[in-house]
């Protein structure tokens, strides 16, 4: 069996350029709402003194993560800001000293059992570094009595063009990569674990390869360079063979994902007690002449990463994220987020209009989860909550392969967006 998918240019231009800090912002804004799960409450207040690595934001909702500050400063305020799906929530406004230090808060955690290594894995604020943003500890908080897990797949795919973040995890912090598998390992009690690399990526198999040599419970594995090769149940089966039957997660197929920077970062915290406070991001672009990896704070304004790039004119479009699945913003006043692995910059951006669907198929043939959109668009725009149900568009991963290869440009992932929220809203009332 061998899943559908497609071939992009992988246009990563930055892949060869070490990660360097950004200049220090004069202010952060720290969202409340970090990840996938209900947002975080707002604990300092105008005025107050913070450190790096402070808890700043907390909630004790079972899907959450903590907030830290990412820099030493005053709280200036808390707003209210608008994120990229439109939605309000709190922020608090720091603005930074020069100086910076360590909030006396910041210390390795002890560990000397599974529910230990749990706890503090959700004291870091750990998110999906990927881009879904779904608290870490949560994934690793299963029964191990009722769920049947056995394998960790390290998800280094990085399958979107332009964002080389993840590979630069790999090639400048492939011994935390190791390091933290080997503690999942441990504290899970996980048999093995299986990352996987795309292979346009050489360097990178070759360094992970040669760094788990010693370790039989580890095994690196070359994909193929394919789109949405980094999607968790197409990794799952093109690693494992297993699979995810729709409604399922990963558990379900004896499977914990990670991205490898996750588990970078989970090392890092456990060794130093420092959590997650900043990222690494990929600037690039159509308009950048210098495409680079920068190491930001969270809650960056992306007018400072703008400020940071070397663009020869100023954009007309800025993604947060891939072409494929990434956010248009509108403001650039709008910060980092953790789950922010790219800013993408782009000019004379070119504008399509769609055309009646001529039947061709190519957007079937291109959906890794055998789902039909030319069908999903009809069933939507007739408001038709059954068919939608029929056709399973919940299974749909947003992954834009649909509307990439359509001869037509039609706006078929977008609109299965829309038919998700549409099915959410009929069957509430």
Do not use: W
């Amino acid at each position: 069996m061998k899943l559908n998918s497609i071939r992009l240019p992988h246009l990563n231009n930055a892949a060869e350029r070490q990660s360097v800090p950004v200049t220090l912002p004069k202010k952060v804004i720290i969202s409340m709402s970090q990840h996938g799960g209900v947002p975080c409450t707002p604990i300092v207040s105008p005025g107050d003194h913070v450190d790096i690595g402070q808890l700043i934001g907390r909630n004790d909702a079972v899907i959450s993560a903590p907030v830290h500050s990412s820099v030493t400063g005053t709280v200036k305020e808390i707003v209210k800001i608008m994120n990229v799906f439109g939605k309000l929530n709190e922020a608090v406004v720091i603005e930074t000293e020069l100086r910076q230090n360590v909030s006396d808060e910041v210390k390795p955690p002890v560990i000397n059992s599974r529910e230990d290594f749990i706890k503090a894995v959700k004291a870091s604020g750990s998110v999906g570094l990927g881009g879904a943003g779904f608290p870490t500890y949560v994934k690793l908080n299963y029964d191990p009595k009722t769920a049947d897990i056995d394998t960790l797949v390290v998800n280094g795919a990085e399958c979107e063009p332009y964002i080389t973040s993840d590979y630069r995890t790999f090639m400048e912090e492939g011994e935390k990569v190791r390091e933290g598998i080997l503690l999942i390992l441990k504290y899970l009690g996980l048999k093995k674990a299986v990352i996987g690399i795309e292979a346009d990526k050489p360097k990178a198999i070759e360094k992970m390869e040669k760094l788990t040599a010693a370790d039989e419970a580890i095994e690196v594995q070359k994909l193929p360079s394919v789109y949405p090769q980094g999607a968790e149940k197409v990794l799952i089966f093109n690693t494992t063979g297993r699979t995810v039957k729709a409604g399922e997660l990963p558990m379900s197929a004896g499977c914990v994902v990670m991205n490898c920077s996750t588990i970078a970062f989970i090392y890092d915290y456990i060794k130093t007690g420092m959590p997650l406070v900043k990222r690494r991001i990929t600037v690039d672009g159509n308009i950048v002449n210098k495409p680079v990896n920068l190491i930001v704070p969270i809650g960056t304004p992306i007018d400072d990463i703008l400020s940071a790039a070397d663009v020869y004119k100023k954009p007309d479009r800025i993604l947060l994220g891939g072409p494929m699945m990434g956010t248009t913003i509108y403001d650039t006043a709008m910060p980092v987020l953790k789950t922010n692995n790219a800013v993408l910059l782009f000019g004379d951006t070119k504008q399509h209009s769609s055309t009646a669907c001529i039947r061709c198929g190519r957007c079937v043939r291109a959906c890794s989860m055998n789902l039909m959109p030319t069908e999903l668009e009809k069933a939507f725009d007739m408001k038709d909550a059954e068919m939608l149900k029929k056709l399973s568009v919940n299974t749909c991963m947003n992954c834009g392969a649909c509307t990439y290869v359509c001869p037509a440009k039609r706006n078929l992932a977008e609109k299965n967006q829309l038919a998700k929220a549409f099915l959410r809203q009929n069957s509430t009332k």
